[in-house]
Nanobody, 121 residues
Framework: VQLQASGGGLVQTGGSLRLSCAAS????????MGWYRQAPGKQRESVAT???????NYADSVKGRFTVSRDNAKNTVQLQMNTLESWDTAVYYC????????????????WGQGTLVTVSS
């Protein structure tokens, strides 16, 4: 199983970006999908997660600005980021947790490659 993230780029303060991440492979189900970010010199942190049932969890710093969504049938997760601020600048990673393959193999977590989001003032 692989995760492919896309949608990063350069945006001005107050602008918007939409990140997408697609999981590929013979996937039966994915429990939780989400987005994490790592700013220069800082630890990776959780941004937003969503379960297969649609339950979401957001970091306090992004509540009201970011929206996470997913398409279970397509094994994709999106992150709509609005009102971006300079401190949102980071490499954003998608992650899938408890990925069950059609051959019943289980992956506890799978990370995608990062996509850089740069917010300029």
């Amino acid at each position: 199983v692989q995760l492919q993230a896309s949608g990063g780029g350069l945006v001005q303060t107050g602008g918007s970006l939409r990140l997408s991440c697609a999981a590929s492979g013979s996937i039966r189900s994915i429990n939780t999908m989400g987005w994490y970010r790592q700013a220069p010199g800082k630890q990776r942190e959780s941004v937003a997660t969503i379960t297969s049932g649609g339950s979401t969890n957001y970091a306090d710093s992004v509540k009201g600005r970011f929206t996470v969504s997913r398409d279970n049938a397509k094994n994709t997760v999106q992150l709509q980021m609005n009102t971006l601020e300079s401190w949102d600048t980071a490499v954003y990673y998608c992650k899938a947790e408890r990925v069950v393959m059609r051959n019943m193999a289980l992956y506890r977590e799978v990370w995608g490659q990062g996509t850089l989001v740069t917010v300029s003032s």
